[in-house]
């Protein structure tokens, strides 16, 4: 089957501008989730999708970020406006089943610099 | 807020040698997941321990979860160049009180040398 898909894979965009990340979960997969790692720091939540429902957003840092998942297939997740601190990777994983015991198919991540 | 300790942050070893690699929290998780991530890759699933006391070989490789379920180690035995890589430990609950999300270690990066 064909894993995680996220692109793009690397984007440098300017501090207050706008940058849409996108991944394409496994066919099948209802959750989706969001992470980041930031320089130095460990990979740490964002959300939670279950198929279009965002189950848990709670480790979304602020208002300039938004996910969505329409039709409970691919997910973007949009920074606006982007900010320097916004830089680092951010993965995409998804599993068929959320709970204990399962573990998760992740993406190859994009890397976001912001200059 | 839940926090996963991992240890050494850093092993350089020659092949051949065995390590070991820790993870150690406060709190208490429903199930520990390994996972290895390489440059340029996202991470990858190596095994995920749920009871307490679990041990979980895969080939070289010797997982265990404690009986208390706050921390985990993974040991490596005759490392090969080929285990070179970032290892990461990641913690996850059952949904409630944290939802179901995973708690990262920071990792620890290996590099054997031939």
């Known amino acids: 089957e064909a894993g995680v898909t996220q692109f793009p894979s690397h984007s440098v965009i300017e501090k207050g501008q706008t940058v849409t990340l996108r991944c394409d979960p496994i066919?099948?997969?209802?959750?989706l989730y969001w992470y980041r790692r930031v320089m130095g720091k460990e990979i740490k939540f964002l959300l939670h999708f279950v198929k279009e429902s965002k189950q848990d957003e709670s480790g979304m840092p602020n208002n300039r970020f938004l996910a969505e998942r329409t039709g409970g297939t691919y997910s973007t997740l949009k920074v606006q406006p982007a900010e320097l601190e916004d830089s680092g990777v951010y993965f995409c994983?998804?599993?068929?089943?959320?709970?204990?015991?399962?573990?998760?198919?992740f993406g190859s991540g994009t890397r976001l610099t912001v200059v | 807020t839940q926090l996963l300790k991992q240890s050494p942050q850093f092993l350089s070893i020659q092949e051949g040698e065995n390590l070991t690699v820790y993870c150690n929290s406060s709190s208490v998780f429903s199930s520990l997941q390994w996972y290895r991530q390489e440059p340029g890759e996202g991470p990858v699933l190596l095994v995920t321990v749920v009871t307490g006391g679990e041990v979980k070989k895969l080939k070289r490789l010797t997982f265990q979860f404690g009986d208390a379920r706050k921390d985990s180690s993974l040991h490596i035995t005759a490392a090969q160049p080929g285990d070179t890589g970032l290892y990461l430990c990641a913690g996850a609950n059952k949904p409630g009180e944290y939802g179901n999300k995973l708690v990262f270690g920071a990792g620890t990066i290996l590099r054997v040398k031939s």
């Open positions: 994983a998804s599993s068929r089943v959320a709970g204990v015991g399962y573990g998760y198919t």
């Open positions: 066919s099948g997969h209802d959750n």
